[in-house]
T-cell receptor, first 112, second 113 residues
Framework: DGGITQSPKYLFRKEGQNVTLSCEQN?????MYWYRQDPGQGLRLIYY???????QKGDIAEGYSVSREKKESFPLTVTSAQKNPTAFYLC???????????FGPGTRLTVL | SQKIEQNSEALNIQEGKTATLTCNYT??????LQWYRQDPGRGPVFLLL?????KEKRKERLKVTFDTTLKQSLFHITASQPADSATYLC????????????FGGGTRLMVKP
């Protein structure tokens, strides 16, 4: 059963703590993306990766970090430097040669 | 800076009618435009892509138009059903190497039986 998985679905963290959100895909897609969505707003690009061991900053990368050690995995770390981390985080990937993006189910992060 | 505008107010229509959603943009010359459906608490799902040299695209009950002069796309759902109730996002892209998209804020559609 192919697709993109994100875990956990809900995540709570205390202020000042780093937290890592998981994103895994078995679709053999090269390109992967992380977005942040706030209530009533569109998706904003945090980081993207076109290939293993390479990634680029998006529009709102400050306070976030990523890694791409495997094609299947693109974890996002929300650091304590992110001033307003409470949001819905979405991971996506794109097939080679295509333009549409396939999204995971999302992780809702709440900072207590 | 690039700006994409979708009507932030919910669109309420009666079942069976045609729903029309609007996506306007400024300071952008996209190579293509995409529409996605998003249900509450879930990730967006791709619906349609239309390129800058295409005027109209259809898929079942869905129709998208793209007017690069007006800098506007219209998204139509004919014979709407309550199951079509969701938020619809438009996204613009160009032929950049990263295949990055810029998303609008979405319009919530409510189809009443």
């Amino acid at each position: 059963d192919g697709g993109i998985t994100q875990s956990p679905k809900y995540l709570f963290r205390k202020e000042g703590q780093n937290v890592t959100l998981s994103c895994e895909q078995n679709l053999n897609h090269d390109a992967m993306y992380w977005y942040r969505q706030d209530p009533g707003q569109g998706l904003r690009l945090i980081y993207y990766s076109q290939i293993v061991n390479d990634f680029q900053k998006g529009d709102i990368a400050e306070g976030y970090s990523v890694s791409r050690e495997k094609k299947e995995s693109f974890p996002l770390t929300v650091t304590s430097a992110q001033k307003n981390p409470t949001a819905f985080y979405l991971c996506a990937s794109t097939p080679p040669g295509a333009r549409e993006q396939f999204f995971g189910p999302g992780t809702r992060l709440t900072v207590l | 800076s690039q700006k994409i505008e979708q009507n932030s107010e919910a669109l309420n229509i009666q079942e069976g009618k045609t729903a029309t959603l609007t996506c306007n943009y400024t300071n952008y010359s996209p190579a293509y435009l995409q529409w996605y459906r998003q249900d509450p608490g879930r990730g967006p799902v791709f619906l349609l892509l239309i390129r800058e040299n295409e005027k109209e695209k259809r898929k079942e009950r869905l129709k998208v138009t793209f007017d690069t002069t007006l800098k506007q796309s219209l998204f139509h759902i004919t014979a709407s059903q309550p199951a079509d109730s969701a938020t619809y996002l438009c996204a613009l892209g160009d032929n950049n190497a990263g295949n990055m998209l810029t998303f609008g804020g979405g319009t919530r559609l409510m189809v009443k039986p």
